[in-house]
């Protein structure tokens, strides 16, 4: 009995050990440290921007938290007014609070950066890996309709899908994640060409495992550290693409604030009211920033070459 | 190794510094160049005189076309405003006063028959610019009636609804008689024959040598501009003409460049590269750039009017209570502080009283009680009155310009006081017009310049102009068909003083029924280096811009 369990335990030993090691690593990273860190501080601005966990049980609608002010509030008298105690960021073209207007921007770019990083990444992982596990015509097809998407720049691209599609939040994730699928396709294929020449692949074969068993099974979860990695990379520039679509007019429909509308909203304005623009600008600065310096961090962890 | 390559590199980079700071080589001399005398070639050489050009930047991305017939949009009528003339015209820098241009004289009508006559002797003498295809000829009675007949043709005129029923023949060389079934007045008759839209003249046989098609980006007129040349998406060339019948003008030349981003125009303003730019239509930028060295700004009419339409036959907007609910919601100061004074001020009746006769003032509307002042109270109640007390949702597209964006967004926060949630969508400008002519827009933000209340009031209150279904489809967009008597009546009114009556009687009835609200009017706003003299006052164009004539100079 107790030389089964000492069976058992053994390979959460070795698990945690594992994940003990990739945790120092990654906390002896400091840029990727100071990556987790901005991205924390962001995430955390756009969960407590207002309350609606809180209005959510009390049946209301949600007040400014972290914002100051309501960032849909127009006060057109002092519009374009500058920073002062009360407005930190000033006023925008409309009379609202700038502050307030970056802080609940945040969750729009967060939203797009993640829902998009995650239709992409699910597309891209199902279309490379079914690329590179059956291989042959299927192979040739897919991958060459992944190179044609990959032909085209990202800002192209997504124009493309919404001036199929139509702006708004939805259309934007899909079409921002239309563009992205190419890429983890691309990585996902590599990868699963790698991992299905391992003999464990070639064991569960021949204990009869089929295709979609092993795929799932053996394949999928060997491939993911690479797909976690380009996610977390590609986060900066889902939020990047997200922002030069609604700098040109195609994202989120007024007067949702997103940091891309702010920017082109305070154009106008450079001269006289630069804070308009700045704050915003400062906004997905350090916002790419941190996914940038996180994804460079995990690549770093997780990929045995980097390592090396 | 490592040290040659450096040292190597290091060399290469100071010749190559070196290079950058040496002055520009001057340009070699053709080699077949005969030796010059010693004499002659210490003598200066005399500097030919550097043309005078006119460096303007409108807002425009591009140019839509050059044919007056089609111009619409404010760069196309700009650049033909310089190009062509016609029988009379709007004073220089003052749309309220008519003189002759291309005729002799402002003629009086006759009634012969029951029909109003109007007859014109034109100028002798007045030249039609050379073309690849012909050269310079004398405009005549021929190309008068060519053009107005253009005009009224549906198929080659943006403009033929307002021909109907008139007639125009050639008495000789230099006669013209426009005959009209139904007379009417004269502040109605001549802006059909001045120098906006269907008025322009334009010269019959370049039109007929090079086609409908190349005449939109080569258009020949008798203006004191000729074309010279056009480059798509940067500018248009437009060179003096030296037979102009008021003399050459004192520009050599015009370069109309597009330019769609406010900070590049100001910039190049500021550093000189510019001479006259379009400005920003807002109170703070006017007082910024007053402030600059060396430039002046200019704030002027005709003031577009920004107005707000309800398509009466969408619920819940087809009730009467909720129109006047939205109107009670909304306040007109709110509007006007995005943009600010002196760009803008307030409108109370759908013809701007400012500009035109026929408006009805602030006093008259206040007296009225037809000024809607806002109440939010008044409007939650009879929004619960009509069945509303929660509101409700509306969607509307609009352009992403700032003069339609503004005001929707404005809106869009005001009426949310009220629980009206407006949902808009934002396209581009040209989108937006065609999608507001198919009548996808509920609530229609509509910001316009029209000649007179008659143009006004046919347009966007008469039955046959409503959108989709009007028998002339135009911009009804409340689909309206309540003061058709009215507008009708008037315009047959000789009498101006009844005229006036009539028209303000047809707008006391759109605001008793909250067909539409009327907002605010937007002046242009130019800036210009101080050596330009546009040669008139500035008071109002309605070609919107300050107009470059003969008379502009440039005194550097």
């Given amino acids: 009995m107790t030389e089964a369990t000492q069976t058992w335990e053994a390979p959460t030993i070795q698990l945690r050990s594992q994940r003990q090691r990739l945790w120092r690593t990654f906390v002896r990273n400091r840029t990727a440290l100071l990556g987790l860190f901005l991205m924390l501080i962001v995430v955390f601005t756009a969960i407590f921007a207002d309350d609606w966990f809180i209005a959510v049980f009390e049946g209301r609608e949600a007040r400014p938290l972290l914002a100051p002010h309501d960032p849909l509030k127009q006060d057109t008298r002092n519009r374009l007014a500058a920073p002062s105690s009360e407005h930190p960021m000033g006023l925008d073209s409309y009379g609202r609070d700038t502050l307030s207007r970056v802080i609940y921007g945040a969750r729009v770019s967060l939203a797009v950066g993640i829902a998009s990083v995650l239709i992409g990444g699910v597309l891209g992982a199902l279309l490379g890996l079914t690329a590179g596990f059956l291989g042959g015509r299927v192979e040739n097809i897919l991958m060459r309709v992944t190179d044609v998407l990959m032909a085209f720049p990202s800002l192209i691209m997504g124009l493309m899908v919404l001036a199929v599609l139509g702006g708004g939040l939805l259309n934007m994730i899909l079409a921002i994640g239309i563009v992205l699928s190419p890429t983890f396709a691309r990585v996902a294929h590599g990868t699963t060409l790698s991992v299905k020449q391992n003999q464990y692949v070639e064991a569960a074969r021949s204990y009869g495992a089929g295709n979609l068993r092993i795929a799932i099974r053996h394949i999928l979860p060997n491939i993911t550290s690479e797909l976690v990695v380009l996610a977390s990379i590609w986060t900066a520039t889902a939020i990047r693409v997200e922002a030069n679509l609604s700098f040109i007019g195609l994202g989120i429909s007024p007067p949702t604030p997103a940091w891309g509308s702010m920017i082109r909203d305070g154009t106008q304005h450079l001269f006289n009211a630069p804070w308009v623009s700045l704050f915003p600008g400062l906004a997905i600065l350090i916002t790419v920033l941190a996914f940038n310096l996180l994804g460079d961090g995990l690549r770093d962890i997780l990929d045995p070459r980097m390592q090396q | ?556």
């Fill in chain 2, 1 to 556: 190794m490592k040290r040659t390559v450096l040292a190597i590199s290091v060399l290469l980079l100071l010749l190559v510094a070196l290079s950058a700071c040496a002055p520009a080589a001057p340009p070699a001399a053709p080699a077949e160049q005969p030796a010059q005398p010693a004499e002659e070639a210490a003598a200066p050489p005399e500097a030919p005189a550097q043309p005078v050009v006119l460096r303007y930047a409108d807002k425009a991305a591009d140019l839509g076309t050059m044919d007056p017939h089609f111009a619409a949009a404010t760069q196309d009528r700009n650049l033909v405003d310089m190009v062509f003339n016609a029988l009379v015209r709007y004073k220089p820098g003052d749309g309220s006063v008519f003189e002759p241009d291309l005729a002799v004289e402002l003629p009086e009508p006759e009634l012969v028959d029951g029909k109003q006559v109007w007859t014109f002797k034109l100028r002798e003498g007045v030249m039609c610019h050379p073309s690849e295809q012909v050269p310079a000829y004398e405009l005549t009675s021929e190309d008068v009636v060519f053009s107005l007949q253009k005009s009224a043709n549906p198929d080659t005129s943006a403009y033929a609804g307002e021909y109907t029923g008139m007639t125009v023949e050639a008495l000789d060389k230099y006669t013209v008689q426009i005959t009209l079934e139904n007379p009417i007045s004269p502040v109605l008759f001549f802006p059909k024959v001045a120098d906006y839209a269907g008025g322009f003249i334009i010269c019959k046989k370049p039109y007929e040598a090079m086609g409908a098609d190349a005449f939109k980006t080569h258009p020949v007129g008798t203006g004191p501009f000729m074309f010279d040349s056009y480059s798509p998406q940067e500018k248009v060339v437009l060179k003096a003409n030296p037979d102009y019948f008021r003399g050459r003008p004192k520009l050599d030349a015009v370069e109309y460049r597009f330019m769609p981003e406010l900070n590049s125009r100001e910039l190049g303003l500021k550093s000189g590269e510019l001479d006259v730019i379009n400005g920003a239509n807002e109170g703070q930028w006017v007082e910024r750039m007053s402030g600059e060295e060396g430039i002046l700004v200019d704030v002027y009419g005709v003031g577009e009017v920004a107005t707000i339409h309800f398509n009466m036959t969408v619920p819940p907007l087809d009730d009467v209570r909720v129109r006047k609910a939205i109107a009670y919601a909304l306040d007109r100061d709110e509007f006007l502080a995005l943009f600010g004074p002196p760009v803008a001020a307030n409108v109370y009746s759908q013809v701007p009283a400012q500009f035109l006769p026929g408006g009805l003032t602030e006093e008259e509307v206040k007296e009225l009680g037809l000024d809607y002042a806002v109440d939010r109270e008044k409007a939650k109640e009879l929004l619960a009155e009509a069945g509303y007390p929660d509101g409700f949702s509306l969607e509307v597209v609009s352009s992403e310009r700032e003069s339609y964006l503004k005001p929707y967004q404005s809106m869009q926060a005001q009426l949310a006081e009220i629980g009206i949630d407006l949902k808009i969508n934002v396209v581009d400008h040209p989108s937006m017009h065609q999608l507001i002519r198919q009548d996808v827009n509920p609530i229609v933000v509509y910001v316009a310049w029209r000649p007179n209340a008659d143009v006004y009031l046919t347009r966007f209150y008469h039955s046959d102009s409503i959108v989709v279904t009007g028998a002339k489809p135009d911009t009804n967009f409340s689909h309206y068909t309540g003061i058709d008597d009215l507008i009708e009546a008037a315009r047959i009114e000789l009498d101006p003083e009844k005229q006036i009556q009539m028209w303000k009687e047809a707008q006391i009835k759109l605001l008793e029924d909250m067909v539409s609200y009327p907002l605010l009017y937007m002046q242009q706003v130019t800036a210009r280096r101080d050596y330009v003299d546009y040669g008139h006052e500035l008071k109002s164009v309605l070609a919107l811009y300050p107009q470059i004539t003969e008379n502009t100079t440039i005194n550097k």
